[in-house]
Each structure stands twice: as structure tokens, then as C-alpha cells.
């Protein structure tokens, strides 16, 4: 039996693919970006089987008519079954697999959602953000594009509220059992430096994203206060009676979120 690196065997043996029972070779398999620790093992087998030992390293019996450079092109063309077979073998989350080496410059420990801290797990692939009970799954193209995660996130977060806040605009239309002059049409604007700006000429309401890190009852006391207002005009007892009967404990909501001292929101309309 002999024991030889990917790196310093020589180049002729690499490309002639010859190959002993019992040779053996370390190298490093590219999983989109992401190393895997490979222990190549040749045997007289007509089959490439693939061991996993843990989420960064695997132990790989292939033929002796199959070279290193051919097992790595298989994972470059198919990349999603080195993948599945970690999880799968292991049982390794998605996280536990992408944990190794991520550069910490570019992490999110947490983030807080609607009032609440959720665990950043960020893992490879495309996929949109996801939002479980108390983690929050983002994709990283390609291993390294943490732009495209980051913009990933506040695409996701932006769909989050405005879903919010369309169901308290329908839920209040629908119980009121009022209409609007102008059909209330929602907007999102970064430099907003308050939760959302309504206009009654128009019935455009610009939100600010921000309120996604609030609590899901104070976004929906905007969504319903905003969509009231378009209702009612500068009628500001009318406002008050529509908000009691839809919303009763809106102004507690109200009263929690803007009296607190680390809070900077206040509502503001454009007539």
C-alpha cells in the first residue's frame, strides 16, 4: 500500500489514471466553493462509492480506472449529491454543513423579526429566505455572494411586512364596511425616518421597512391606522371611533411602541 498527496504526485502518474489496489491519495474536493477533506482509496471495483465521515470530509473507493481529476468534475457537475449525502448520512442541517469557514465579517448572528430575535443559519444555495419558529435560513449563492444574500434578506423581509400590513388594510376595508376614495396603494421608501407617510389625495401610503424589526401588533396597528385615515380624512373623531370598534386597544399598542425611549417612530400625514 502507498500513501500520495494530490499535490505532490507527479503530473504523469495524474494523468495516466493507473492505479494499484490499495493506492490511497488526500485531496480536496470543491463543493461550490466550499472544501472537502477527500481520502481517496483505489480498489478493483467497477463502482465509485462514497463514504461521509463528517460534514467536511469523506473517504471515496473508487476504480482504478478513475482519476481524482474525473471524481472532482463529477461533484462539479453534480454538486447537489455530495450535498444531499452529507444531510442525508449524518443528518447534518443544512447549517451544520455550511458552518465550516464562512467568513464571520460577512455574518448575521441575529436578527430580530416582528419583535422577535431569530437565529441567522446561513447555508448554500439559492433558495429564498426562510422563517422557522426561532431561526432564520438564508441561501449564500454560490458560497460567497453575501451581497446577494444581504439583498436576499431585505427582499424577504420587505414581502414579510407588506403581507402584514395588505391584511390589515383588507381586514379593516372588509369590517368597516367602508370605501376609500382613492384605493389605498402601498410603498416601501429606506429614508423614511418614520413608520409611514399617508397621503389623502392620492391614497399612496409609503411605509418604512424598518418596521419589520417591530412588533407584529404595533405593524399592524400601522397597517389598520394608515388605511383608517384614507377612510375617515382629517375627521380625527371619526378616526378615533373607527380605530375603537376595529382595533380596541390600539392606542396601548400606540402608547408601548412610541413612548419608548429607544424608539423614534411617530405617524405622520400628508393631506
Avoid at 19 to 29: A, F, K, N, Q
Wanted: glycine content about 6%; aromatic content about 8%.
Amino acid at each position: 500500500m502507498t500513501s500520495k498527496s494530490f499535490m505532490d504526485a507527479p503530473e504523469t502518474e495524474m494523468e495516466s489514471g493507473k492505479y494499484d489496489v490499495g493506492d490511497e491519495l488526500d485531496m480536496t474536493l470543491d463543493l461550490e466553493g466550499m472544501p472537502i477533506e477527500t481520502h481517496v482509496r483505489w480498489e478493483d471495483t467497477q463502482y465509485a462509492s462514497i463514504q461521509f465521515d463528517s460534514p467536511i470530509h469523506i473517504t471515496a473507493t473508487l476504480p482504478l480506472s478513475m482519476t481524482p481529476e474525473e471524481l472532482q468534475e463529477h461533484f462539479r457537475l453534480f454538486p447537489q449529491q455530495l450535498q444531499a449525502g452529507i444531510e442525508r448520512v449524518l443528518g447534518a442541517g443544512r447549517d451544520e454543513l455550511f458552518e465550516e469557514g464562512r467568513p464571520n465579517s460577512h455574518q448575521r448572528s441575529v436578527i430580530q423579526i416582528f419583535g422577535r430575535d431569530r437565529r441567522v443559519v446561513y447555508v448554500r444555495g439559492d433558495d429564498k429566505p426562510v422563517l422557522n419558529e426561532d431561526e432564520y435560513i438564508v441561501s449564500v449563492p454560490r458560497g460567497d455572494d453575501w451581497m446577494s444574500a444581504e439583498i436576499s434578506i431585505l427582499d424577504d423581509l420587505t414581502r414579510r411586512l407588506r403581507t402584514e400590513l395588505e391584511l390589515e388594510k383588507e381586514r379593516v376595508l372588509r369590517e368597516s364596511g367602508l370605501s376609500p376614495i382613492h384605493e389605498p396603494m402601498f410603498y416601501f421608501d429606506s429614508s423614511l425616518d418614520c413608520p409611514a407617510l399617508t397621503s389623502l389625495q392620492t391614497g399612496f401610503v409609503t411605509f418604512s421597512p424598518a418596521l419589520v424589526y417591530y412588533d407584529l401588533s404595533y405593524v399592524r396597528f400601522v397597517g389598520a391606522s394608515v388605511t383608517v385615515r384614507l377612510l375617515v380624512g382629517e375627521d380625527q373623531a371619526g378616526y378615533e371611533a373607527l380605530m375603537d370598534r376595529l382595533m380596541p386597544d390600539w392606542r396601548d399598542i400606540e402608547m408601548d411602541t412610541e413612548e419608548d425611549p429607544s424608539s423614534t417612530i411617530d405617524i405622520r400625514m400628508l393631506s
